[in-house]
């Protein structure tokens, strides 16, 4: 099982940032990459963007390209993702998210591993 925990979230005015963290416990071993999805009131949860681990290759939406940045330190077991420029559409709850297998996949059904989620709202 794998273990995973958000923090980060907050309430920011549209043009401000937010640094979300994501830490892993558990077996962790063989998890190649992580991601962030996120869930808009009414939406559906989208893909964000991914880190994989031993390449450091990252994936990202993209309508979010250029704002959004996504790292991780592989000694912590933690992925962070640094949001800026925000938007209120950019509103909504943020997971953390793994699935066992090297394949990066945006489809959230697809993920077996997911966090409590954290809350981001922009205001205008």
């Known amino acids: 099982q794998v273990h995973l925990v958000e923090s980060g979230g907050g309430l920011v005015q549209a043009g401000g940032s937010l640094r979300l963290a994501c830490a892993a416990s558990g077996r962790t071993r063989n998890i190649e990459h992580m991601e962030w999805f996120r869930q808009a009131p009414g939406k559906e949860r989208e893909f964000v963007a991914s880190i994989t681990w031993r390449s450091g290759e990252t994936k990202y939406a993209m309508s979010l390209k250029g704002r959004f940045a996504i790292s991780g330190d592989n000694v912590k077991n933690t992925v962070y993702l640094q949001m800026n420029n925000l938007k209120p559409e950019d509103t909504g709850v943020y997971y953390c998210?793994?699935?066992?297998?090297?394949?990066?996949?945006?489809?959230?059904?697809?993920?077996?591993?997911w966090g409590q989620g954290t809350q981001v709202t922009v205001s205008s």
């Open positions: 998210a793994a699935r066992h297998g090297a394949v990066v996949i945006e489809d959230a059904r697809e993920y077996k591993y």
